[in-house]
């Protein structure tokens, strides 16, 4: 969408930036106010001519009290969601600091699951204490105390010694019904693991998916690659699965009312990839659950022309991590071709502000985290560096996952795979 804003002496150019489902993390981008400062006297006299607004849909989120929309959240139609309160490199501190703001921006109460002590620490060293009282008092916040937590750097396997850990005890939460979904920034192989032992899989479904949000050329459109890490090798029969869990998820909570599901491939050809591919190929083909689009290639997945990708979770991750990369490389690339001198600074001032709107755009903090689909709750996997505006992020997944019936239809998805093979 492209705003005009005119004032007296100009008319500015307003590139509204706004990327649906996606949230703030730490790189916030800086108007050009901003780099005017920097820029000296060049980038003031900038300032007096442009000034690109940019106008960021979880910076909304940040500013007042009641709600995305500004308006008061009705608390009947809040929703519990359990929260590993231990899990990630910074935890407990912003992961605390990130359900505070979320419980007084989202339709979402929290049950925060962690280790006493350590939730006393953080609120003393980040002076949430009152902060924290008013949102117990108000039920918004209710503080689960666990044992041990699971560290970042240790065996999956461990979720089953350590049975009161945090993980294991938000998952417990939801198995029992007391919260619709679980969000956890901590070790995603342990996330995973307790996910399986505690939640279970869904009928029909072999392996469980972690699905992320991707960016696309169009700031309104995101596509879903899964499996982006849970599984290093996959059969085609798993690639299969996905693709029904992707376009569910596609249809529900992106809203995406015919998804275009893709085989992610070196080539769009029927008759290219690797064996696996090859043997998805004729599946994905025979399928009439949901509208397959035919081959993704590499150069594809960020165009806007797919809705889900489907591939093996070593290749998924090795292409998350490349886009977290894509979008800090392309700025300082960029900054080292700008041209020097007063005028070169003068169009700088311009030029990074689009720029910093671009890298945000590509900045796994300001997605969240990713879905684990094919496990019998909602379940969303925060970046072990996560703080506090990636949880809100985070917790807005989980609750637009929960409240648009996202499982019902997983397990209707299920039951037919259940009477299919009956019927066979």
Same mark, same amino acid.
């Given at each position: 969408?492209?705003?005009?804003?005119?004032?007296?002496?100009?008319?500015?150019?307003?590139?509204?930036?706004?990327?649906?489902?996606?949230?703030?993390?730490?790189?916030?981008?800086?108007?050009?106010?901003?780099?005017?400062?920097?820029?000296?006297?060049?980038?003031?006299?900038?300032?007096?001519?442009?000034?690109?607004?940019?106008?960021?849909?979880?910076?909304?989120?940040?500013?007042?009290?009641?709600?995305?929309?500004?308006?008061?959240?009705?608390?009947?139609?809040?929703?519990?969601?359990?929260?590993?309160?231990?899990?990630?490199?910074?935890?407990?501190? $912003?992961?605390?600091?990130?359900?505070?703001?979320?419980?007084?921006?989202?339709?979402?109460?929290?049950?925060?699951?962690?280790?006493?002590?350590?939730?006393?620490?953080?609120?003393?060293?980040?002076?949430?204490?009152?902060?924290?009282?008013?949102?117990?008092?108000?039920?918004?916040?209710?503080?689960? $105390?666990?044992?041990?937590?699971?560290?970042?750097?240790?065996?999956?396997?461990?979720?089953?010694?350590?049975?009161?850990?945090?993980?294991?005890?938000?998952?417990?939460?939801?198995?029992?019904?007391?919260?619709?979904?679980?969000?956890?920034?901590?070790?995603?192989?342990?996330?995973?693991?307790?996910?399986?032992?505690?939640?279970?899989?869904?009928?029909?479904?072999?392996?469980?998916?972690?699905?992320?949000?991707?960016?696309?050329?169009?700031?309104?459109?995101?596509?879903?690659?899964?499996?982006?890490?849970?599984?290093?090798?996959?059969?085609?029969?798993?690639?299969?699965?996905?693709?029904?869990?992707?376009?569910?998820?596609?249809?529900?909570?992106?809203?995406?009312?015919?998804?275009?599901?893709?085989?992610?491939?070196?080539?769009?050809?029927?008759?290219?990839?690797?064996?696996?591919?090859?043997?998805?190929? $004729?599946?994905?083909?025979?399928?009439?659950?949901?509208?397959?689009?035919?081959?993704?290639?590499?150069?594809?997945?960020?165009?806007?022309?797919?809705?889900?990708?489907?591939?093996?979770?070593?290749?998924?991750?090795?292409?998350?991590?490349?886009?977290?990369?894509?979008?800090?490389?392309?700025?300082?690339?960029?900054?080292?071709?700008?041209?020097?001198?007063?005028?070169?600074?003068?169009?700088?001032?311009?030029?990074?502000?689009?720029?910093?709107?671009?890298?945000?755009?590509?900045?796994?903090?300001?997605?969240?985290?990713?879905?684990?689909?094919?496990?019998?709750?909602?379940?969303?996997?925060?970046?072990?560096?996560?703080?506090?505006?990636?949880?809100?992020?985070?917790?807005?997944?989980?609750?637009?996952?929960?409240?648009?019936?996202?499982?019902?239809?997983?397990?209707?998805?299920?039951?037919?795979?259940?009477?299919?093979?009956?019927?066979?």
């Amino acid at each position: 969408m492209i705003w005009y804003r005119r004032n007296a002496a100009v008319t500015t150019l307003v590139d509204s930036a706004s990327a649906a489902g996606t949230a703030a993390g730490s790189m916030a981008g800086s108007v050009v106010s901003t780099a005017g400062t920097a820029a000296g006297a060049a980038g003031a006299a900038a300032n007096t001519v442009l000034q690109p607004l940019v106008v960021d849909p979880l910076r909304r989120l940040q500013q007042g009290v009641g709600g995305v929309d500004g308006e008061a959240i009705n608390d009947a139609d809040r929703l519990w969601v359990a929260v590993d309160g231990m899990g990630g490199d910074y935890a407990p501190g $912003p992961i605390l600091e990130g359900c505070l703001r979320a419980v007084r921006l989202l339709p979402v109460r929290v049950k925060f699951v962690a280790e006493t002590a350590a939730v006393e620490a953080a609120v003393a060293e980040l002076e949430l204490g009152e902060e924290l009282r008013e949102a117990q008092q108000q039920g918004l916040i209710e503080l689960v $105390p666990s044992g041990p937590s699971v560290g970042m750097n240790e065996e999956a396997t461990v979720v089953r010694k350590k049975r009161d850990a945090s993980i294991n005890m938000a998952m417990d939460l939801v198995k029992a019904g007391e919260a619709t979904a679980i969000y956890s920034a901590g070790n995603s192989g342990a996330v995973m693991a307790s996910a399986i032992f505690r939640l279970g899989r869904l009928k029909g479904i072999d392996r469980p998916a972690i699905g992320a949000l991707f960016p696309t050329k169009d700031p309104a459109q995101q596509v879903l690659v899964l499996d982006v890490g849970a599984n290093m090798d996959a059969k085609p029969s798993y690639l299969h699965q996905w693709a029904l869990l992707g376009n569910i998820y596609s249809r529900d909570v992106l809203q995406v009312q015919e998804p275009r599901i893709g085989l992610l491939n070196i080539g769009e050809e029927e008759c290219k990839g690797n064996d696996q591919a090859l043997k998805t190929y $004729p599946l994905m083909a025979a399928e009439t659950r949901f509208r397959f689009a035919g081959n993704c290639e590499g150069r594809d997945v960020l165009s806007g022309d797919f809705d889900v990708v489907v591939c093996d979770g070593f290749t998924g991750n090795v292409l998350l991590k490349f886009l977290e990369s894509v979008g800090s490389v392309l700025l300082d690339v960029l900054k080292a071709e700008l041209p020097r001198g007063r005028r070169g600074k003068v169009g700088s001032a311009f030029l990074m502000s689009n720029l910093r709107r671009i890298k945000k755009r590509l900045d796994h903090a300001e997605h969240g985290g990713a879905l684990l689909l094919g496990v019998n709750g909602v379940c969303v996997i925060g970046h072990g560096s996560s703080k506090a505006l990636s949880v809100v992020s985070a917790l807005r997944i989980a609750h637009s996952a929960a409240n648009h019936g996202v499982m019902e239809d997983l397990h209707r998805l299920s039951e037919a795979e259940n009477e299919t093979v009956a019927c066979g």
